[in-house]
């Protein structure tokens, strides 16, 4: 039975299924999926839990005997496997079909990996497990609403600006907004949370940001750029993270710049975009500093520099950034940075 993350609660209420797959590219809900499911066992008798994880030379066999001899120590156990790749192999499809199909008695099932394509969700061994929960990441769209209940589980009460300050800074990276929340929760307690609160907890945490960066990208202040960057490159901030941050505004602007050059005004562009009425005047002004095909040469150059920060292309992994950003900044790419960026993100 396939079924959403969301929807998982609710199964987990009506009963306990023998088996559960959770696949997708969130590792944050994927974890609490997996620990609502625990507690689900654990309140139901299930107190011993075994942790495997599939590596290369990983025993299959030890595992498939393991389900099937009685635990020392308790009647009712989880096998709780991790499948990193999402690729069992022939003999792991093989195991796992068979303890889906004949389920060993008082044991639950719970096989966890990341996104799992089309033909991996339709192979035997995928089908076999009683129920599958997909796990997608929250666009730009939900995010406020997820910011917002997260809030509210950890008992802390913001003003709505709070939420679309937390989702503009965290979008696209849940595990760092559940930890900032719980933060909050820690330090704030059940008093009233209010936007001057959080501004002044988040600058407090470094005096130059990724989030600086952008926002220096975005109002175009190229003389700001190169120094933001020397201070983070001097603070070990990984490269990566500061790549994700550009391209977040990257591909935003892109997809707005479409928009207005089929003929819809930038203010209603903003607004259906859903940008943060405060940043609107900053969102704006980028958005006119390049045509749609200028912010897709940006992606493109984003492209390259992934690969070179990543090691895949040669060449200086902060330069290519300090390009990049100096090109949302409005200095034109050189043409060799664009002949060389060869796909979008």
Not at 78 to 91: A, N, S, T, W, Y
Not at 242 to 249: K, N, Q, S, Y
Not at 259 to 270: D, F, R, S, W, Y
Request: hydrophobic letters at 45%; proline letters at 5%.
């Amino acid at each position: 039975m396939p079924i959403y993350a969301n929807q998982l609660e609710a199964q987990l209420q009506r009963s306990l299924a023998p088996a559960y797959l959770l696949h997708g590219d969130e590792p944050l809900q994927i974890e609490e999926c997996r620990d609502a499911i625990v507690r689900a066992a654990r309140a139901a008798g299930f107190t011993e839990r075994s942790l495997y994880t599939v590596e290369t030379g990983f025993d299959w066999n030890d595992l498939f005997r393991s389900s099937q001899s009685l635990s020392l120590f308790s009647d009712k156990r989880i096998l709780d496997l991790r499948l990193p790749g999402g690729k069992p192999g022939e003999k792991g499809a093989r195991v796992l079909e068979q303890l889906a199909v004949e389920p060993p008695p008082d044991t639950v099932l719970i096989v966890s990996c990341g996104k799992l394509e089309k033909a991996a969700r339709e192979s035997k061994w995928a089908k076999a497990i009683g129920v599958t929960v997909a796990v997608y990441p929250i666009d730009a769209k939900q995010f406020p609403a997820w910011v917002t209940r997260r809030l509210q589980a950890r008992g802390v009460k913001a003003d709505r600006d709070v939420v679309d300050l937390l989702a503009h800074h965290y979008e696209g990276n849940l595990l760092a907004c559940a930890q900032e929340i719980e933060k909050l929760a820690m330090t704030w307690g059940d008093r009233p949370l209010r936007l001057a609160d959080v501004e002044g907890v988040l600058a407090d945490q470094a005096h130059f940001d990724v989030f600086g960066l952008a926002d220096s990208c975005l109002a175009g202040d190229v003389q700001a750029i190169p120094r933001i960057l020397a201070s983070l490159k001097g603070e070990g901030t990984e490269p990566v993270l500061i790549l994700w941050a550009l391209v977040r505004e990257i591909r935003a602007l892109a997809s707005m710049a479409v928009e207005v050059a089929a003929g819809q005004t930038p203010a209603a562009v903003l607004e259906q975009a859903r940008v943060w009425p405060k940043r609107r005047p900053l969102i704006g002004r980028a958005l006119t500093r390049h045509r749609a095909t200028g912010w897709q040469d940006l992606l493109m150059h984003a492209a390259r520099a992934e690969r070179v920060v990543k090691g895949r292309s040669r060449g200086d992994g902060w330069r290519e950034i300090e390009c990049l950003a100096l090109g949302v900044g409005g200095l034109a790419l050189p043409p060799c940075r664009r002949a060389a960026a060869g796909a979008t993100l």
